[in-house]
């Protein structure tokens, strides 16, 4: 979600920023009598019923029990609520279908503004209060639940994921367009997540098949394989002792891989893909492509070998992202050929089964 | 040059919320005014004003807004407006619909979006009340979109995804008349091949009640007879809200697309009355000259006028003024003289508003062949004399008509339109 719109920055939401934005009690001082009741005052239950007039009456009720009671349970709920009173009706069942997985921007069309209505009303519902930067990082529902979740319970904040843009990607990555199928990326150090939205006009859709542009199986199963590689390539895991080499990461074998919707243009795909055991020169990942709330594959197991760069590479490969210019313009062979050869003694190692 | 025609329009103010209503109207010179219940209250010496119907939108929250169903208006698009700016919003989607234009047609680079408003001091109150009592970040993130004196413009240039020119106007009560001749500039030049002009007026307490503090507002608790341009015995304006939407585009391309024409508008003209910020010039010198450049620009005479639609709000000192630049301009007793008329008589005078919904009243004049009269003159202002002010419909429309406006500063805008033969 972007904070800038139209030249202007999205309010900061720093309690330090303004002597407006106090609150009569501090969210720790709630979390920490958690279950000792406090019942509201009349015109306080009120105000809040006034607030909340657009929820649910379990949303509302919700808050009631939260803020008289200090018990957490439920209020992953309040905050679904009034996520849901934002959206249009036709958006509704979307929430209600999706799992955590549910994005906002993407999936609900929550854009930047809407957000800042719902965080002022989560803010005066919860009385917490939400940071800007820690709003960049709520992308899905699952991120809204587990944040508010550790904010609630005092809780440290889970690990904050690293966000890669395609420019970003394209400067890292040895794969580039047109056979390039990771346009964003969000990181963890468990998991990567991307998206790939199918444009309509990629070259190999002409011929899969006859009439009938269908994403290829082989396709899910190498944007699965090109995440994998951002994610050896961007994060800093324990057992990577160096950086690793854009152009010394190879596929090597599959397994357990199942397909289970057909895919066409305009179709958003979000990849996922989680670390299995990594321990050079092999990285084994699980991975899955959803599109909407459906199912579109999975693979039990994606193999890729890896090597760290060279002592000379590996200033520019850690520095930043624009390792891949120099590797590029070194390299011989075009990168959308690389992903194809077999490394020397890797494919020997595993079978692919699609 | 290319030839500007009129190939929509769009209406919701006092007198009707489409085009069939507001003609149905004129036709029976049935007004829109009526008792407004924020005016009762003892401390408030004004009761009448021209509401709009069937729209509810006295509370500062758009989501407590009612309208009627045929408007479909998203939350995320509905919760930047103020009450004018879905009133522009209605209008213009009606104007679109009777230009017959497609979405591609309005969304591409060839088509821009003028407007004219004062923005809205309903929420612009509403949010500065809001800053003070509850904190600045406690302020709606759209706040300030709503509010100021842009927001026609922001909200309906994104809403209809506008992709040529846009820009608003505020000029007081001639800034849709500026908004309709600068985008008549934008077609004649060439740089654009249609525009669509929207002016609105939320007309509510807010807007209306501070001209009473300037004596501007009639005081006459009679709906009735509260508005009565050229009348002997007028005391002031009654204030009105709504929104009118007009399509323009180059004659070439109302042909190319089979659309129905309302009109030409051949020219327009502005001027200036150098006097004083808030009365207008006591001969009315600057639309004096307006009309004689919106004449000039337009190639006719004087003499080939038929109708003009005053700017005549109701007030003792503007009405004179525009009545003696109308003999300035026109002679006493011309033989060929214009029938002369203040449709505010029946929608009270709309400021932001009030140019382009006069210039709408003409086209659709034009199109429906009548010419509307200046109701509620009970005894003609003798300053009328030589002039002929017409006090019922005429049965034939007018193939040339003149609307003018005047706004404070003293700017004066005179537009022609013109029916094809």
């Known amino acids: ?354 | 040059m290319p030839k500007v025609v009129i190939t929509g329009l769009g209406f919701i103010c006092p007198i009707g919320n489409d085009q069939t209503a507001v003609v149905d109207s004129l036709r029976r010179l049935r007004h829109g005014l009526s008792l407004y219940p924020r005016f009762d209250a003892p401390n408030i010496p004004v009761k009448v004003a021209g509401l709009v119907k069937d729209f509810s939108i006295e509370s500062p929250d758009p989501e407590d807004w009612k309208f009627p169903d045929q408007y479909k208006i998203r939350r995320e698009t509905l919760r930047g407006f103020a009450p004018h700016v879905l009133f522009g919003h209605c209008a213009l989607t009606q104007a679109i619909a009777d230009a017959k234009l497609a979405p591609d047609d309005v969304s591409n680079a060839d088509t821009g979006l003028f407007t004219a408003s004062a923005g809205s001091a309903m929420m612009l109150h509403h949010n500065l009340t809001r800053l003070e009592k509850h904190g600045v970040m406690r302020c709606s993130p759209l706040g300030i979109v709503a509010s100021v004196v842009g927001t026609l413009s922001y909200n309906l240039v994104a809403a209809f995804k506008i992709l040529g020119s846009s820009c608003g106007f505020a000029s007081a009560c001639a800034s849709s008349g500026h908004a309709l001749g600068f985008a008549w500039e934008e077609v004649a030049a060439g740089r654009q091949k249609r525009m669509l002009v929207v002016g609105g007026e939320d007309g509510n307490l807010e807007t209306v009640l501070p001209f009473a503090g300037m004596r501007a507002l009639s005081l006459n608790p009679d709906p009735n007879t509260a508005s009565r341009p050229f009348d002997r015995e007028r005391d002031g304006f009654v204030g009105a809200g709504g929104a009118c939407a007009v399509v323009l585009e180059t004659e070439e391309e109302a042909v190319r697309r089979g659309a129905a024409i309302y009109c030409e508008m051949p020219g327009w003209g502005m001027a200036s009355d150098g006097y004083n910020v808030a009365i207008s010039h006591p001969d009315g010198s600057g639309l004096a000259q307006a009309m004689r450049l919106a004449l000039r620009r337009s190639g006719l005479q004087p003499g080939d006028v038929d109708y003009i639609n005053a700017h005549a709000t109701s007030t003792p000192i503007g009405d004179t003024s525009e009545l003696r630049a109308l003999k300035t301009v026109f002679g006493v007793n011309p033989s060929d003289g214009p029938a002369i008329s203040s449709t505010k008589a029946l929608t009270g005078h709309g400021l932001s508003l009030a140019s382009i919904l006069e210039a709408g009243l003409c086209a659709a004049a034009i199109r429906h062949g009548f010419t509307p009269g200046s109701a509620h003159i009970q005894n003609l202002d003798p300053e009328a004399e030589g002039l002929n002010i017409i006090r019922t419909n005429l049965p034939e429309g007018p193939r040339v008509a003149m609307t003018n406006s005047s706004g404070f500063g003293g700017a004066n805008v005179s537009l022609v339109l013109q029916a094809t033969s």
């Open chain 1, 1 to 354: 979600m972007s904070s800038i719109f139209w030249g202007m920055a999205m309010p900061e939401l720093r309690p330090e920023n303004g002597a407006f934005f106090q609150f009569p009690f501090s969210f720790f001082r709630v979390s920490s009598s958690v279950h000792v009741s406090n019942p509201l005052s009349p015109e306080a239950e009120l105000d809040l019923r006034e607030q909340l007039k657009r929820c649910s009456p379990e949303t509302v009720e919700g808050a009631l029990r939260y803020r008289t009671t200090g018990a957490p349970d439920g209020v992953g709920l309040v905050v679904i609520g009034i996520i849901e009173r934002f959206l249009d009706p036709e958006v509704r069942p979307r929430l209600h279908a999706g799992g955590d997985g549910l994005r906002i921007f993407d999936d609900l069309g929550i854009d930047s503004l809407t957000m800042v209505e719902v965080v002022m009303l989560v803010e005066d519902v919860l009385q917490i209060k939400i940071n800007n930067d820690e709003l960049r990082d709520l992308r899905t529902i699952g991120d809204v639940k587990t944040y508010i979740n550790c904010r609630i319970r005092g809780l440290p904040l889970p690990e904050r994921p690293v966000h890669v843009h395609v420019a970003e990607i394209m400067a890292l990555m040895p794969q580039q367009p047109p056979f390039l199928f990771v346009q964003e990326a969000t990181l963890r150090s468990d998991e990567a997540r991307g998206v790939y939205k199918i444009a309509g006009d990629e070259f190999f859709l002409e011929g899969h098949f006859k009439n009938n542009p269908v994403l290829p199986a082989s396709i899910m199963l190498e944007a699965l394989g090109q995440l994998a590689v951002l994610f050896l390539l961007k994060t800093k895991r324990a057992e990577l002792t160096a950086p690793v080499s854009p152009s010394k990461i190879f596929f090597t074998a599959c397994d357990g891989v199942r397909c289970q919707r057909i895919c066409k243009a305009g179709d958003l795909l979000t990849l996922v893909v989680k670390p299995k055991r990594i321990k050079h020169p092999l990285g084994m990942f699980e991975g899955h492509i959803t599109c909407g709330n459906e199912k579109v594959a999975f693979a039990e197991e994606i193999c890729l070998t890896f090597d760290y760069a060279a002592a000379d590479e590996a200033a520019t490969v850690e520095g930043n992202g624009h390792a891949h210019a120099e590797n590029g313009a070194a390299s011989p062979t075009p990168p959308a050929a690389r992903i194809l050869q077999p490394p020397a003694g890797g494919a020997e190692r595993g079978t692919a089964r699609l």
